[in-house]
């Protein structure tokens, strides 16, 4: 069975950092291409990073390059958004999702089919 779980996500001031994790299971986790997704109350959901599954490619969408970070540690079955310099507008629940793909990734609207597995998400609020 395939687990797919997020955590980290807070309620954190403006200019603040926040690290959300995703943990797999069951699944060959160093075949796998992972992405950051985030939804926001009224709004469509938002590719926000990935991570191709040997980490040769990482992606970032326009308005958190620079402040956003994305890793992954296969050994442990691990991927980090690290955030920093958060603001109101990075408020939303972020989702991890599994691709079963070895190319370069991808978070534009057409990729979101091919994510094979998804988390139930973390919330995480910038306010002060």
């Known amino acids: 069975q395939v687990q797919v779980v997020e955590s980290g996500g807070d309620l954190v001031q403006p200019g603040g950092s926040l690290r959300l994790s995703c943990a797999a299971s069951g699944v060959a986790f160093e075949r796998y291409a992972i992405g950051w997704f985030r939804q926001a109350p009224g709004k469509e959901r938002e590719g926000v990073s990935c991570i191709s599954s040997r980490e040769e490619y990482t992606y970032y969408t326009g308005s958190v390059e620079g402040r956003f970070t994305i890793s992954r540690d296969n050994a442990k079955n691990l991927v980090f958004l690290q955030m920093n310099s958060l603001k109101p507008e990075d408020t939303a629940v972020y989702y991890c999702?599994?691709?079963?793909?070895?190319?370069?990734?991808?978070?534009?609207?057409?990729?979101?089919?091919?994510?094979?597995?998804w988390g139930q998400g973390t919330q995480v609020t910038v306010s002060s």
């Open positions: 999702a599994l691709d079963n793909w070895d190319g370069p990734c991808g978070i534009a609207t057409y990729h979101v089919a091919q994510y094979d597995y």
